[in-house]
């Protein structure tokens, strides 16, 4: 009877132990863009596993023990975040275990600004577009930035899948020093890169040609102040190729 319990132990220790499942999800920042790079690192009682995030963000930690465990998130220049008490039952995928990271110190990033060719290839969207509304950015990350619903005057690039309509959304980050929202009414020519419909600035506020009257006003000493019908015209004989990534 003994040797039948001892028997019946062993053998529930050894399922117990043989318990696997797995732990997957998805890395953003706080304007929804994937994050490649990032490492994961599940920590749990018994064991730890890490993983990067491949070049859409995603991850995926398999072979886990059966167990409750903290996932951490962390890549340079964001706040590490983590999931606690993420549950691995055998067999099983545990549901998406997603990620906003939230960046550590704005002011301190070194932008780069490109160049305006360099810039117009980088761009998902160009267009003309007058500002209708502004408000905060829904996040996670304390932000100090803005997100305005523009209308479409012209549309002069879009690689976006579905192509933009008569409105369109896009985030102003705050760079150093810079804290004013664009106002009602504004109009001007925009650069914004993005992904999955959620739209920012390609190189903050070098993306930007306000319109004043019947003329551009230029954030690039690359770029003279124009009739704003010669810079759209411009524009419009840009190449539209999608540029090699």
């Not at 053998?11 to 797995?22: I, R, T």
């Amino acid at each position: 009877m003994r040797a039948a319990c001892l028997s019946l132990v062993i053998l529930l220790a050894a399922n117990a132990a043989s318990a696997q499942g797995s732990i997957a999800g998805c890395v953003r920042d706080r304007h929804r863009g994937r994050l490649p790079g990032v490492e994961v690192i599940a920590s749990g009682q018994a064991s730890q596993m890490r993983v990067v995030t491949d070049r859409f963000g995603c991850f995926q930690l398999d072979r886990l023990p059966a167990g409750s465990y903290s996932v951490r998130a962390t890549l340079a220049g964001f706040v590490p975040t983590a999931r606690e008490n993420v549950v691995v039952v055998d067999g099983r995928a545990t549901g998406a275990v997603d990620f906003e990271l939230c960046l550590s110190a704005l002011d301190d990033i070194m932008w780069v600004v490109p160049n305006f060719d360099q810039m117009w290839e980088m761009s998902d969207v160009v267009a003309l577009v007058e500002i209708e509304g502004t408000g905060p950015v829904q996040s996670e990350c304390p932000s100090p930035d803005f997100e305005h619903t523009a209308t479409v005057v012209e549309l002069l690039k879009d690689r976006t899948p579905p192509r933009i309509g008569r409105t369109l959304k896009f985030v102003q980050t705050n760079w150093s020093g810079e804290r004013i929202a664009y106002p009602h009414g504004a109009r001007m020519v925009v650069f914004l890169s993005g992904t999955g419909g959620v739209f920012s600035r390609a190189a903050g506020p070098s993306s930007v040609f306000p319109v004043n009257g019947d003329r551009i006003a230029s954030p690039m000493r690359s770029v003279p102040e124009q009739p704003l019908t010669e810079f759209l015209a411009a524009l419009r004989g840009m190449p539209r190729k999608r540029p090699h990534r």
